[in-house]
């Protein structure tokens, strides 16, 4: 059951132009949102999260979207560079008893920024 | 100065042996956890310890077991390996917040330990 979806295996982009990476996911009861970049032979590194009541943060030129009602949210790179060309993990956490989060990753899409 | 740290990297063994990787985090996090990526790329959590106390435990099949001596470390021990365990493993860590303060979800990794059966 996958409850977190990237349907997107992989995006090309031109450098400087926008990079708009999707995901959906089925659980209501996450609370957070979040994006992990992964470059090769690397662990996941996060990048940007967003709580389940807003529906917009920015950092620099990442800006995270979330549209709750959609069940959908999409990370926005602008502009996008050769140094962003990665593996892009959507990831959500949901509160697990003790106050704990758990968080669950989607499949992750590459992204490939074209000089 | 690794933040979180596991080895071995590479480990390449035969079906039926038992096998251990180990982690460590300098971070002063209190929450570690093991993830499992396979062949298909799926990130799945298997285990999260919080204080050396267990506190997720996902249908992972007894032969891995988890030990956390103490809460920089979280080692993982596989008992009769099988072809299918052959995947990337990840450990990562976290801090948990009291009451008051929100506990995201941010975790930090290592940078994984790619494990193959023959």
């Known amino acids: 059951d996958q409850q977190v979806k990237q349907n997107s295996p992989s995006l090309s982009v031109q450098e400087g132009r926008i990079s708009i990476l999707n995901c959906d996911y089925t659980n209501s009861m996450f609370d957070y949102f979040l994006w992990y970049k992964k470059y090769p032979a690397e662990g996941p590194t996060f990048l940007i999260s967003i709580s389940s009541i807003k529906d917009k943060n920015e950092d620099g030129r990442f800006t995270v979207f979330l549209n709750k009602s959609a069940k959908h949210l999409s990370l926005h790179i602008v502009p996008s560079q050769p140094g962003d060309s990665a593996v892009y993990f959507c990831?959500?956490?949901?509160?697990?008893?003790?106050?704990?989060?758990?968080?669950?990753f989607g499949i992750g899409t590459k992204l490939q920024v074209i000089p | 100065d690794t933040a979180v740290s596991q080895t071995p990297k590479y480990l390449v063994t035969q079906m039926g042996n038992d096998k251990s990787i180990k982690c460590e985090q300098n971070?002063?996090?209190?929450?570690m956890y093991w993830y499992k990526q396979d062949s298909k790329k799926f990130l799945k959590i298997m285990f999260s310890?919080?204080?050396?106390?267990?506190?997720i435990n996902e249908t992972v099949p007894n032969r891995f077991s988890p030990k956390s001596p103490d809460k920089a470390h979280l080692n993982l021990h596989i008992n009769s390996l099988e072809l299918g365990d052959s995947a990337v493993y990840f450990c990562?860590?976290?801090?948990?917040?009291?009451?008051?303060?929100?506990?995201?979800?941010?975790?930090?990794f290592g940078e994984g330990s790619r494990l193959t059966v023959l």
């Open positions: 310890y919080n204080n050396k106390e267990l506190i």
């Open positions: 990562a860590s976290s801090q948990f917040r009291l009451a008051g303060f929100a506990n995201t979800g941010e975790l930090f």
């Open positions: 990831a959500a956490s949901a509160r697990v008893s003790g106050g704990y989060q758990k968080v669950t």
């Open positions: 971070l002063g996090h209190d929450t």
